[in-house]
């Protein structure tokens, strides 16, 4: 065996940090990968012989480099591809199972976010019963469609503390690029406190900064809201 033959067949937690592909999928994306590093996560470990990434070229090689080709495989196609066994095998099948799956359904909907009524019905069935504030944001993509919903805190009858970094790291790892805010008001009342205030124009600074629209700050009640935007006060 020559030294390049030893280098390549070294296991991969002996590669470089940069080339393990775990490691190259955090830091780079999914689309980083080669169709056999995205294999080899699958994979796992490999064998005293033959490295996960080796083991992935095997089954990408069998199927002619064609992950067309790997997608209608059967199952006893893989018994004779070196250091594949049942288990990575049944691996291989479940993911292709997956994608194939993942085709066939319906595009996720997301809600329209794009005005305060709206807001104030979606965030409505989860705040009527509350006995203390809870304290929201709906973080949104260009056309205001739902990214994802976060509580960010939880408090007393008439206050909750709410930290303006946690809203912005949410929003910063989602890609959001629209933020509303919403929380409620036990009390019924729709009059929005000084600390209310306040928080609404430190969020909108920190928005600012980062390049995201703050589109609203909704206070929810068991049968109306009080809108920041609707109110000319963001």
Known sequence: ?????????????????????????????????????????????????????????????????????????????????EGVGTQTACKIMAAVELGKRRQKETPELRPDMGTATRIYHYMLPQMMDLEVEQFHILLMNNNYKLIKSVKISQGGITETSVDVRIIMREAVLNNATILAAVHNHPSGSLTPSRYDDELTKSIKCACEVMRIHFSDHVIVTDGAYYSYHEQGKI
């Open 1 to 81: 065996m020559n030294a390049a033959t030893a280098t390549l067949r070294l296991p991969i937690s002996r590669w470089s940090i940069e080339d393990r592909p775990t490691e190259k999928l955090q830091r780079l994306g999914t689309d980083s990968l080669t169709d056999a590093e995205l294999l080899a996560i699958l994979i796992g470990s490999g064998t005293q012989q033959y490295s996960a990434v080796d083991i992935a070229k095997h089954v990408m090689g069998k199927f002619n480099n064609s992950l067309n080709t790997l997608g209608k495989a059967r199952f006893d196609e893989f018994e004779d591809i």
